[in-house]
Nanobody, 125 residues
């Protein structure tokens, strides 16, 4: 298992940017498929972006062109650059690790991830 700790959340006005980070320990993050999962107020968790072991990435349609997921292998970390933020992006953002499939789209399913961080809050107003 891998331990995950998120940081970088905060409050920002619509149109602004935030960069989330996820520090991994206990295992090599690049051995997993890594995802950012969001839980908006009153809604279920949903995958918003994923980074697979071969470097491939996927994004949910609502964030395409605005969010960029990346991995820093040297620091065993995962990042999510969020630009042009919208009110609808508000929520708790979790870093997660597991073995879902980007090809089959199961990366969007929270239950496909085994390890989770505590989350970092993003509020867009």
């Amino acid at each position: 298992h891998v331990q995950l700790v998120e940081s970088g959340g905060g409050s920002v006005q619509a149109g602004g940017s935030l960069r989330l980070s996820c520090a991994a320990s206990g295992a090599t993050a690049s051995s997993y498929c890594l995802g950012w999962v969001r839980q908006a107020p009153g809604k279920e968790r949903e995958g918003v972006a994923a980074f697979d072991r071969d470097g491939s990435t996927s994004y949910v349609d609502s964030v395409k062109g605005r969010f960029t997921i990346s991995q820093d292998k040297a620091k065993n970390a995962l990042h999510l650059q969020m630009n042009s933020l919208e009110v609808e992006d508000t929520g708790m953002y979790f870093c997660a690790a597991g073995n879902p499939s980007l090809y089959h789209g199961s990366w969007k399913v929270p239950a496909e991830y085994d390890d989770w961080g505590q989350g970092t809050q993003v509020t867009v107003s």
